[in-house]
């Protein structure tokens, strides 16, 4: 299952992603964003460090502002979704750290018809009133992709992530997410919302 997942990110998703830089960044150095992706080490990482190698080669390739960047992967992540679309989130978990607002509006973006939930952990971790504060705005939100980023990003055992230890000890803030959301009319939210209790 692993082996299966990790080739998510195969030669022709790589492609389709560099061709679609290109049309938002008409300088982008497609073959050479490419090659970086397939160097010697890419056999042996598994999904997430292959999420992690591809957000670097982005940063890389697009020598931008970050507002800049954020405002090219905007447009194509336009043509992703799922799993594999999380190289967009992993590229916010690591270059926009400093940047608290601009990062909030992109995982917002990024996690319709995908999920921000291992990006916003490291936000909890760093600024966690501020975050919880969102994730609060989240529940509220007409789009069950958004709302539940805001019960599954905040699971202090989240399987993949990074955990919450804080929350495990004491999960009152994540109760009050919990409160917004448990009558949630969209399936995809309650089972969320069911994993979070679990947790918990």
């Not at 042996?44 to 080669?57: G, N, V």
């Not at 989240?158 to 495990?168: E, F, G, R």
Request: glycine letters at 2%; hydrophobic letters at 40%.
């Amino acid at each position: 299952m692993a082996e299966q997942l990790k080739n998510l990110y195969s030669k022709g998703f790589i492609e389709k992603l560099a061709n679609k830089l290109l049309l938002t960044h008409l300088n982008f150095e497609k073959e050479n964003f490419i090659n970086s992706i397939f160097d010697a080490s890419w056999q042996d990482l598994e999904l997430k460090q292959r999420m992690r190698h591809i957000a670097f080669s982005l940063n890389k390739y697009l020598p931008f502002s970050y507002n800049k960047q954020l405002e090219i992967l905007k447009k194509a992540k336009e043509d992703f979704s799922g799993l594999e679309a999380m190289i967009f989130q992993d590229f916010v978990e690591v270059f926009g750290l400093d940047d608290f607002d601009e990062s909030m509006k992109a995982l917002e973006v990024f996690t319709i018809n995908s999920s921000s939930e291992f990006a916003i952990r490291q936000f909890i971790l760093k600024y966690e009133t501020q975050t919880m504060n969102q994730m609060k705005i989240w529940a509220k939100s007409p789009n069950e992709h958004i709302r539940r980023l805001a019960s599954e990003g905040s699971r202090p055992r989240l399987p993949w992530a990074i955990a919450l230890p804080k929350y495990k000890q004491n999960p009152s803030k994540v109760l009050e997410i919990i409160e917004l959301l448990k009558n949630d009319k969209s399936l995809y939210v309650q089972k969320s919302v069911a994993n979070n209790l679990n947790d918990i």
